[in-house]
């Protein structure tokens, strides 16, 4: 079985094409360490909800857009392994910074899953 890492991400609209560079960079990184996928995605049809929402989740701001990505790997040994190996990578040293990044990192909701399903 494979494991995910899950990520919504509040970006503000006026930083989006910073948060893609990054991401960019990013993923070059991930998959050179050993990920066998990394995906970013933009909000296009992401409603309000009463209860629940990607919206609420993040608090989400008038001025922002939510993002959902995820990284796959072959296993949670693997993810850990690589993850080790990311945050010292330098190329993206001082782009995981809290004053570095382009959105509120207080507000980034992220988890690691099994693959039950695939």
């Known amino acids: 079985m494979s494991y995910v890492d899950g990520f919504v991400v509040p970006v503000p609209k006026a930083r989006i094409d910073e948060y893609i560079r990054v991401a960019q960079i990013a993923k070059t990184v991930w998959m050179e360490h050993g990920a066998l996928e990394y995906v970013e995605c933009v909000g296009d049809d992401v409603p309000d909800g009463q209860h629940t929402s990607f919206p609420m989740s993040v608090k989400l ?58």
Do not use: C
């Open 61 to 118: 701001e008038p001025e922002e857009m939510v993002i959902f990505s995820w990284i796959r790997y072959s296993s949670r040994e693997e993810r850990d392994r690589i993850m080790a190996l990311v945050m010292a990578d330098p190329r993206l040293e001082g782009q995981m910074t809290p004053e570095n990044m382009p959105f509120d990192g207080k507000r980034l909701i992220f988890g690691g899953f099994k693959v039950v399903i695939d």
